[in-house]
């Protein structure tokens, strides 16, 4: 009896892991063949192949500027090896793939979006492509389903907030290197170290405020627009300290008691204002763009003050 119920237990270990390793196999791809269709599609650093190399031909020279190492390096077999200095270099890489983690966020959090349309609209398509088939099945465990499909959107929705906040700590870390040498960043974030350059800064290098990059970034900064950085430092600080994204239950009248206040609900509901999924992808979409057009910005206003404080590099 216990090697029956031992090999019973081995089998459907070995199917649950043959299902987890297909899933982590599959992502990636499923991602990438669906962000074709996406529209709008999730944005990019660079939209096209000459953006690009615009963009990494200033990361370069940004980097030597601070005394990073080149694209390419040649020695003779008898020459030491060079010393460079690697953070600024590694703080833009950190950045980047910050951006990137991000998109990656917002594309699952679409792809829950849509499978959670078909599981409303059209069940019976599972039974196509999976060998699930719920189209009999009781409404109970069809709600299971949706459930959790949608909690699985909401929480690729808030990952997706967090991390394109964080994005911009990244970004105020290049900043806070190039303008003020400051390599340790644990408390300053974006705006911070806006505010520093504006107080500091442009007091001795007044043609850094007059660039379209600084009004751009400054802009940006002072926003409290959905696609603004203030907008978004306000509900990411929330999801981190009081709330998660969530549809607002609608209130039945039939509770046993009346709640004088519930200062968590007032908060969600007077300032998290969670909307729709459909909203809710526009907003994050708006935040991502936004972060895509600036990235450029970021890097030509960091080369604009290696200008002023070396001039004949």
Request: glycine share 2%; aromatic share 8%.
């Amino acid at each position: 009896m216990n090697d029956a119920s031992d090999d019973e237990r081995s089998n459907r270990l070995a199917n649950v892991l043959g299902d987890t390793v297909a899933h982590a196999a599959n992502e990636a791809l499923i991602l990438a063949r669906l962000e074709e269709f996406l529209d709008p599609k999730p944005p990019q650093i660079a939209h096209t192949k000459e953006d690009e190399d615009d963009l990494n031909k200033n990361i370069d020279k940004l980097i030597l500027a601070y005394g990073g190492p080149p694209r390419l390096v040649i020695l003779a077999d008898s020459d030491p090896k060079p010393t460079y200095d690697t953070y600024l270099s590694a703080a833009i890489d950190e950045a980047i793939h910050c951006f990137k983690r991000s998109r990656n966020s917002l594309c699952r959090a679409k792809a829950f979006l849509i499978g959670k349309h078909y599981l409303d609209t059209r069940p019976d398509i599972l039974s196509l492509y999976t060998n699930l088939n719920l189209s009999d099945a009781p409404p109970d465990v069809m709600q299971f389903f949706l459930n959790e499909t949608q909690s699985a959107f909401w929480e690729h929705t808030e990952t997706c907030y967090i991390r394109i906040a964080s994005y911009w700590d990244r970004v105020g870390q290049i900043l806070d290197y190039v303008f003020f040498r400051i390599r340790k960043y644990e408390r300053d974030g974006f705006s911070s170290v806006l505010d520093r350059i504006c107080a500091n800064t442009l007091c001795m290098h007044s043609r850094i405020k007059d660039l379209a990059a600084w009004e751009a970034l400054w802009s940006h900064k002072k926003s409290e627009q959905e696609e603004g950085l203030q907008w978004l430092l306000s509900r990411r600080n929330l999801l981190v300290h009081s709330l998660y994204l969530r549809p607002i239950d609608a209130n039945d009248g039939n509770e046993l008691y009346e709640s004088a206040f519930n200062h968590l609900d007032d908060r969600r509901r007077e300032k998290l204002r969670v909307g729709s999924p459909e909203i809710e992808m526009n907003r994050l979409q708006l935040q991502m763009e936004a972060a895509a057009k600036l990235f450029p910005q970021v890097i030509a206003l960091c080369l604009e003050y290696s200008q002023c404080i070396n001039p004949t590099k």
